[in-house]
């Protein structure tokens, strides 16, 4: 039995300004769901737990349990709220462009008081360097332990401060501030890659590449190129199982595109990660070896 993975329709901006000037805000936040890669569920947890941390006041025994089933709503049945807190949360966590939600700039108030009131989800953090790069730590040292959708979430928070923090950083400190969020990208790409999401990896790789290669992080871009060959050999074997060599070739070859990229960075990287690489490039390589000469030449490798 053949499978496919599903494919979704890419809507303009001129299309996503269309749906909006509609008020079809729910065929928006649909669009932008499948962008994420994120199921109904995933999205609903992620909702949850934004809002226990940005409404606690409003939130009690009697408010329904947010499920895939109200994120589907939502979606098909344009029932997207429209309290400005709660939408505000829900672009913040997909990504979505304000004026695309109807909602206006990040200063707008929530409610009558004097003094405005700005939901800390709508503002970056100032990064503190230190505490980033300790628990960017725990999270590496945590390979084999399942990640909760807070750390998921937690990530993609880390990653939009160190974007948004970067730009206004000099010298070394941008330095080790794009340092940290290629790193951040890199784990948030390992993290989809044990959940076979290859495309969202493979994207998230792709942004540390162009970090790494533009500031010339020369480690750094030849482990997210490692990466990123791992990502293509895995998903290309996936491919194979399900739909034959032919079918997984490509994958394959970026494979050994990105791992023979990274070699030729050995001259910048440590002993280890060289290894790392050619080990990499060995199995790349045997992937798409069809005879005895070519299988030999990847165990040389």
Same mark, same amino acid.
């Given at each position: 039995?053949?499978?496919?993975?599903?494919?979704?329709?890419?809507?303009?901006?001129?299309?996503?300004?269309?749906?909006?000037?509609?008020?079809?805000? /729910?065929?928006?936040?649909?669009?932008?769901?499948?962008?994420? /890669?994120?199921?109904?569920?995933?999205?609903?947890?992620?909702?949850?737990? %934004?809002?226990?941390?940005?409404?606690?006041?409003?939130?009690?025994?009697?408010?329904?349990?947010?499920?895939?089933?109200?994120?589907?709503?939502?979606?098909?049945?344009?029932?997207?709220?429209?309290?400005?807190?709660?939408?505000?949360?829900?672009?913040?966590?997909?990504?979505?462009?304000?004026?695309? #939600?109807?909602?206006?700039?990040?200063?707008?108030?929530?409610?009558?008081?004097?003094?405005?009131?700005?939901?800390?989800?709508?503002?970056?953090?100032?990064?503190?360097?230190?505490?980033?790069?300790?628990?960017?730590?725990?999270?590496?040292?945590?390979?084999?332990?399942?990640?909760?959708?807070?750390?998921?979430?937690?990530?993609?928070?880390?990653?939009?401060?160190?974007?948004?923090?970067?730009?206004?950083?000099?010298?070394?400190?941008?330095?080790?501030?794009?340092?940290?969020?290629?790193?951040?990208? +890199?784990?948030?790409?390992?993290?989809?890659?044990?959940?076979?999401?290859?495309?969202?990896? +493979?994207?998230?790789?792709?942004?540390?590449?162009?970090?790494?290669?533009?500031?010339?992080?020369?480690?750094?871009?030849?482990?997210?190129?490692?990466?990123?060959?791992?990502?293509?050999?895995?998903? /290309?074997?996936?491919?194979? /199982?399900?739909?034959? #060599?032919?079918?997984?070739?490509?994958?394959?070859?970026?494979?050994?595109?990105?791992?023979?990229?990274?070699?030729?960075?050995?001259?910048?990287?440590?002993?280890?990660?060289?290894?790392?690489?050619?080990?990499?490039?060995?199995?790349?390589?045997?992937?798409? %070896?069809?005879?005895?000469?070519?299988?030999?030449?990847?165990?040389?490798?």
């Amino acid at each position: 039995m053949s499978h496919k993975r599903k494919t979704h329709s890419t809507l303009t901006i001129d299309d996503q300004i269309q749906l909006a000037q509609a008020g079809n805000y /729910g065929s928006i936040m649909h669009y932008y769901r499948l962008q994420t /890669g994120w199921k109904a569920w995933e999205l609903a947890l992620l909702y949850s737990e %934004a809002l226990r941390e940005e409404t606690p006041d409003e939130l009690n025994e009697n408010m329904p349990l947010i499920t895939a089933s109200w994120i589907y709503m939502m979606e098909n049945q344009n029932m997207v709220p429209t309290d400005k807190k709660r939408r505000w949360i829900l672009a913040r966590l997909l990504d979505i462009p304000p004026f695309l #939600f109807c909602l206006p700039a990040l200063k707008e108030t929530f409610d009558t008081r004097e003094e405005p009131v700005i939901s800390t989800i709508f503002t970056w953090e100032t990064v503190d360097i230190v505490e980033y790069r300790n628990t960017l730590e725990i999270y590496c040292n945590s390979y084999f332990i399942n990640p909760t959708h807070y750390v998921l979430y937690d990530i993609k928070r880390r990653i939009i401060n160190l974007q948004n923090e970067v730009h206004y950083k000099r010298s070394q400190e941008k330095k080790e501030m794009l340092r940290l969020l290629c790193k951040y990208q +890199i784990e948030a790409a390992r993290i989809a890659l044990n959940q076979q999401c290859f495309d969202k990896a +493979i994207d998230l790789l792709s942004k540390a590449i162009t970090i790494a290669k533009s500031n010339k992080l020369y480690d750094i871009w030849a482990y997210a190129l490692r990466q990123r060959g791992t990502a293509y050999e895995e998903r /290309g074997e996936v491919t194979e /199982g399900l739909n034959g #060599f032919a079918a997984a070739q490509q994958d394959f070859n970026l494979a050994i595109s990105n791992l023979d990229a990274a070699r030729k960075l050995e001259l910048y990287i440590s002993p280890l990660q060289k290894g790392l690489v050619l080990q990499a490039a060995g199995t790349a390589y045997a992937c798409v %070896a069809r005879d005895e000469k070519e299988h030999k030449e990847a165990l040389k490798q």
